[in-house]
């Protein structure tokens, strides 16, 4: 789901289902990733990813009610 289509569902979901409590949780990636030798992965695609999710959460509790 890419992030608009995240924010459109937690509106609709406020909207339709007013006062039920949501809990979003992710389930991860399987990924072949190299680390440094910091024990770091520096992913710039994943990370630039879930901050645009974050970003559709945060909007989403900004917007008011319809």
């Known amino acids: 789901m890419d992030a608009d289509s995240l924010y459109e569902l ?3 979901l406020r ?11 992710g389930n991860g990636a399987a990924c072949n ?5 910091a024990d770091e992965v520096k992913d710039r695609g994943r990370m630039a990813y879930l901050c645009a999710h974050l970003a559709a959460v945060t909007a989403s509790l900004r917007t008011a009610s319809t």
């Open 10 to 12: 937690l509106i609709r």
């Open 15 to 25: 909207d339709d289902q007013p006062g039920v409590p949501l809990v979003i949780n």
């Open 33 to 37: 990733d190299d680390a440094s030798p």
